[in-house]
């Protein structure tokens, strides 16, 4: 069966973008060395950090992979390395207008294969909300991505308030996506900052926007957090139990049970586990775990949506709403437009596009 799928949770990149050193006087910025076809190397300061295939950076790639494993649409945003929130603001929020109008390009070139997640430069609230303006109103976004921290803000930070507000207000979804682990110590061996790592920084941005009153404050908010939520779920009776027994600890800037969130945001289905996954759709709820893969990178699903589609117990509606239908509502996206079964579409056609041309696509949100 061809079922419509629609990936929350992909990574992309500008295939070039300007020497970032050069550009703003100072290292620590990620560049793309193409060493050879098919493949490029992701630099900082001289120093390999990731080596990367085509598929990172080329729409026409990705639709071929895509088309493969049957994925119809990706929601696109950066690749976490690249938030640079630790950089000097007005650098970031350049930084971030040339991510977002590289997304906006690529949406624009083919508008029923993808849609975009734009970046912000959330160390500086004001300017954040300026470029989340621009992303939404201009460029047609649904939402944005943000790390799961800000330095040395947690998401519930009084001056990060602002943008939440400004998100709700606009209707902009937000996916939470775990970074800025720690590297050194401990963690050095076994590859721990991601297979541990991320799943602690995810819990504790969702245990900061709980505890810290953010979805009471801002109950319309729309939140999908990546990697199936980290380990909130699988903490969650830990997590009440302390706010039960220390409130004094926990419960000192909201007094609401924060298993009463659990329901209002999202995760992604990326937990590689079948009774993991049945576990998180039986917590977090079958309204609200969407399809995530993490392409193109390793720790992904490979075949994205194939865990869900092998889960017996899953009847045909509880797929699709893990597969399309939650996603097309955190979104707030027609499935009219997306799904080839109601819009005719069966071959994937590049529109006329000039990579020299200002952005102007036309907005992917259902109206």
């Given at each position: 069966?061809?079922?419509?799928?629609?990936?929350?949770?992909?990574?992309?990149?500008?295939e070039s973008w300007?020497?970032?050193?050069?550009?703003?006087?100072?290292g620590g910025w990620i560049?793309?060395?193409?060493?050879?076809?098919?493949k490029?190397k992701?630099?900082k300061?001289?120093?390999?950090?990731r080596?990367?295939?085509?598929?990172?950076?080329s729409p026409e790639?990705?639709?071929a992979e895509?088309?493969e494993?049957g994925?119809t649409?990706?929601?696109?945003s950066t690749?976490?390395?690249m938030?640079s929130y630790?950089a000097?603001?007005?650098d970031?929020?350049d930084?971030?207008?040339?991510l977002?109008?590289?997304l906006?390009r690529?949406v624009?070139?083919y508008?029923?294969r993808?849609?975009?997640?734009?970046?912000?430069?959330?160390?500086a609230?004001?300017?954040a909300?300026?470029?989340l303006r621009?992303c939404?109103?201009?460029?047609g976004?649904p939402g944005?991505?943000?790390?799961s921290h800000?330095?040395?803000w947690n998401?519930d930070?009084p001056?990060?308030?602002p943008?939440?507000a400004?998100?709700?207000?606009?209707?902009?979804?937000?996916?939470v996506?775990?970074?800025?682990?720690?590297?050194?110590?401990?963690m050095?061996?076994y590859?721990?900052?991601?297979l541990?790592?991320?799943?602690?920084e995810t819990?504790?941005a969702?245990c900061?926007?709980?505890?810290?009153g953010?979805f009471e404050?801002?109950p319309k908010?729309?939140?999908?957090?990546?990697h199936g939520?980290?380990?909130?779920p699988f903490?969650?009776?830990r997590?009440?139990?302390g706010?039960?027994?220390?409130?004094?600890l926990?419960?000192?800037?909201?007094?609401?049970?924060p298993r009463?969130?659990v329901?209002?945001?999202?995760?992604d289905s990326?937990?590689h586990?079948?009774?993991a996954?049945k576990?998180?759709?039986?917590?977090i709820?079958r309204?609200?775990?969407?399809?995530?893969s993490?392409?193109?990178f390793p720790?992904?699903?490979h075949h994205?949506g194939?865990?869900?589609?092998s889960v017996?117990d899953?009847?045909?509606?509880?797929?699709d709403?893990?597969?399309?239908a939650?996603?097309?509502?955190f979104?707030?996206l027609d499935?009219?437009?997306?799904d080839?079964?109601?819009?005719g579409?069966r071959?994937?056609?590049a529109?006329p596009?000039s990579a020299d041309?200002?952005?102007l696509p036309?907005?992917t949100?259902?109206?």
């Amino acid at each position: 069966m061809n079922r419509l799928k629609i990936d929350i949770h992909n990574h992309i990149l500008p295939e070039s973008w300007p020497d970032l050193k050069e550009r703003y006087g100072y290292g620590g910025w990620i560049q793309l060395h193409h060493h050879c076809k098919g493949k490029s190397k992701m630099m900082k300061d001289g120093e390999l950090f990731r080596v990367v295939e085509d598929n990172c950076w080329s729409p026409e790639a990705r639709i071929a992979e895509m088309d493969e494993t049957g994925v119809t649409v990706q929601a696109l945003s950066t690749v976490p390395v690249m938030f640079s929130y630790w950089a000097e603001p007005k650098d970031t929020l350049d930084l971030c207008q040339i991510l977002n109008n590289d997304l906006a390009r690529t949406v624009a070139k083919y508008p029923t294969r993808f849609v975009a997640l734009g970046t912000l430069p959330m160390q500086a609230p004001k300017l954040a909300v300026q470029e989340l303006r621009r992303c939404v109103k201009d460029l047609g976004f649904p939402g944005i991505q943000v790390g799961s921290h800000v330095g040395e803000w947690n998401l519930d930070a009084p001056e990060l308030q602002p943008i939440f507000a400004e998100c709700e207000a606009l209707n902009a979804s937000v996916f939470v996506h775990p970074w800025d682990m720690e590297l050194g110590g401990r963690m050095k061996k076994y590859w721990l900052p991601w297979l541990v790592g991320m799943p602690g920084e995810t819990a504790t941005a969702i245990c900061s926007m709980t505890f810290g009153g953010v979805f009471e404050r801002f109950p319309k908010l729309k939140v999908c957090f990546a990697h199936g939520g980290g380990a909130f779920p699988f903490t969650i009776g830990r997590i009440e139990h302390g706010f039960n027994v220390r409130p004094d600890l926990c419960a000192v800037e909201n007094k609401v049970n924060p298993r009463k969130y659990v329901g209002q945001f999202y995760t992604d289905s990326l937990v590689h586990d079948e009774k993991a996954l049945k576990y998180l759709v039986d917590v977090i709820g079958r309204d609200r775990v969407v399809l995530g893969s993490d392409y193109p990178f390793p720790l992904g699903e490979h075949h994205p949506g194939k865990l869900i589609e092998s889960v017996e117990d899953f009847d045909d509606e509880l797929k699709d709403k893990l597969l399309a239908a939650n996603v097309l509502q955190f979104l707030g996206l027609d499935r009219q437009k997306y799904d080839p079964k109601l819009n005719g579409t069966r071959k994937t056609k590049a529109l006329p596009f000039s990579a020299d041309a200002e952005p102007l696509p036309k907005k992917t949100r259902a109206e």
